[in-house]
């Protein structure tokens, strides 16, 4: 007799929820991935550039039954340069650099497409907002309920594993860890990405000017209360996060409906 696969239900379908879903998947594993946004995502609202060290860079391409796509979605990121700036004096010098980083960088919504089109399309069920949980007596199941966004129908998907993918705010932790706070790292950031190809070259000159090693180095600034980091990716844009310490703001909590 053929025995049952082992099924897992992962909540949230981006870049920790498909990894966790292509390596459960190559494991033998069945997998179900509910996802609140309506469709697989072109743009992430958080994160864009994406360092990988050589431990992802191997798992990936493990995953990967050709090479080539990763190569075309990823820059080589050798060198991490870390320079202090003097605002007043406009001077600024190299505090570290390190020329054996040997991470790659890739944009958010390249790394999300490669793993996703890896993946059975009828594994995801989008516009699903995860509700609850609950364990079997016996502890050797798990079901979850989920509602449909679109029609409000609750729907339950029972498996033997719950993976909690569900970001930083993840509600299913709460449940577990209802003591474990979030922690306030002391200032905010913004990030963007530039898209240079044909346009805003002048900007672009002005970048190599300051930043010779762009297209294989991962800058980081600091000056007094704020930092910033920026590298190249792929295909002409220009990541970048700025920091800037401040106190702690008043987030609003929107609770789950
Ligand atoms: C402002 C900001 C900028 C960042 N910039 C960078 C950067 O430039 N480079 C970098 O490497 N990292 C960056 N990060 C960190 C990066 O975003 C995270 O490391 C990465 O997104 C974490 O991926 P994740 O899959 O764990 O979670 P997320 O990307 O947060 O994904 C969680 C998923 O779960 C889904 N979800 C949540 N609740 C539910 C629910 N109840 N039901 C169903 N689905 C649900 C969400 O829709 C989402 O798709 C940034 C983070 C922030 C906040």
């Given at each position: 007799m053929k025995k049952q696969k082992a099924k897992a239900i992962i909540v949230g379908g981006s870049i920790a929820g498909v990894s966790c879903a292509k390596a459960l998947t190559c494991a033998g594993w069945d997998v179900v991935v509910i996802e609140?946004?309506?469709?697989?995502?072109?743009?992430?609202?958080t994160g864009a550039g994406l360092g990988l060290d050589t431990l992802s860079q191997k798992i990936i391409q493990s995953w990967l039954p050709h090479p080539e796509p990763f190569y075309k979605v990823t820059l080589p990121l050798p060198i991490d340069q870390n320079r202090a700036t003097d605002g007043e004096k406009k001077v600024n010098w190299v505090l570290t650099r390190d020329e054996n980083l040997n991470f790659r960088v890739a944009h958010w919504t390249d790394l999300h497409a490669l793993l996703y089109n890896t993946?059975?399309?009828?594994?995801f069920l989008w516009g699903h907002q995860y509700i609850s949980f609950c364990i079997s007596e016996d502890k050797t199941s798990v079901k979850v309920k989920a509602k449909?966004?679109?029609?409000n129908e609750i729907i339950e998907v029972e498996g033997d594993l719950l993976v909690?993918?569900?970001?930083?705010?993840?509600s299913i932790r709460q449940s577990f860890l209802p003591d474990t706070k979030l922690r306030y790292s002391g200032y905010c950031a913004w990030r963007g990405v530039l898209e240079?190809?044909?346009?805003n070259l002048d900007t672009m000159m002005g970048f190599r000017k300051a930043y010779p090693d762009l297209g294989r180095c991962l800058y980081m600034e600091l000056a007094p209360g704020t930092h910033s980091t920026l590298c190249e990716l792929m295909y002409e844009r220009l990541n970048w996060i700025w920091y800037i310490n401040q106190p702690e703001p008043q987030l609003k909590v929107i609770p789950l409906s």
């Open positions: 609140k946004s309506r469709a697989p995502t072109t743009a992430s609202p993946l059975p399309r009828e594994i449909d966004l679109q029609t909690a993918a569900d970001g930083a705010c993840s240079y190809s044909g346009k």
